[in-house]
T-cell receptor
């Protein structure tokens, strides 16, 4: 079974530039999550999709971050414009249903973003 | 600050037992989890415990839960070099996971 795929693996940009990350979840997984992991901290949920609908985006800084999962499969996360404090690893995860049923989350390897 | 707190570092000799501790704040947590993160990789679920249980054992892993003190621990028996990683404690609150900052475990020969 293929795992959660993310690209790019690394990205270096200057502040105020834009950047996009891509995630392809495990086939058949209805729920997709984007997490932000700042160095030395645990992952923090940014947004959760159930199929192509948003379940929770309460922690997403909507003035600069956006995410979509148009066909209910793969997803993109965009930052525009980026700030220095956005430097982090962006992790995508998926699950068959969701944590409500204590479904296991499968994580991708992440995209490491450095904002200079 | 973090709702889930863990000590940052643990050094253990190969073959010894490791014990990683965690405290959490929300008494309504339904499940508590331990995740492992190896360098350059995503998080991998190791084990979890339901909040009405005191203990769960899974091969070399033992999870202990003290609900009164809101304390969770993970014991790894016969620690191997492959156990070197960052271990995250997480609680499930209203179906959202809240992670601690992680404990870096270093296994020395």
């Amino acid at each position: 079974e293929a795992g959660v795929a993310q690209s790019p693996r690394y990205k270096i940009i200057e502040k105020r530039q834009s950047v996009a990350f891509w995630c392809n979840p495990i086939s058949g997984h209805a729920t997709l999550y984007w997490y932000q992991q700042i160095l030395g901290q645990g992952p923090k949920l940014l947004i959760q999709f159930q199929n192509n609908g948003v379940v929770d985006d309460s922690q997403l800084p909507k003035d600069r971050f956006s995410a979509e999962r148009l066909k209910g499969v793969d997803s993109t996360l965009k930052i525009q414009p980026a700030k220095l404090e956005d430097s982090a690893v962006y992790l995508c995860a998926s699950s068959l249903e969701g944590p409500a049923s204590n479904e296991k989350l499968f994580f991708g390897s992440g995209t490491q973003l450095s904002v200079l | 600050g973090e709702d889930v707190e863990q000590s940052l570092f643990l050094s253990v000799r190969e073959g010894d037992s490791s014990v990683i501790n965690c405290t959490y704040t929300d008494s309504s947590s339904t499940y508590l989890y331990w995740y492992k993160q190896e360098p350059g990789a995503g998080l991998q679920l190791l084990t979890y415990i339901f909040s009405n249980m005191d203990m769960k054992q899974d091969q070399r892993l033992t999870v202990l839960l003290n609900k009164k003190d809101k304390h969770l621990s993970l014991r790894i028996a016969d620690t191997q070099t492959g156990d070197s990683a960052i271990y995250f404690c997480a609680e499930s609150i209203k179906y959202k996971l809240s992670f601690g900052a992680g404990t870096t475990v270093t296994v020395r020969a």
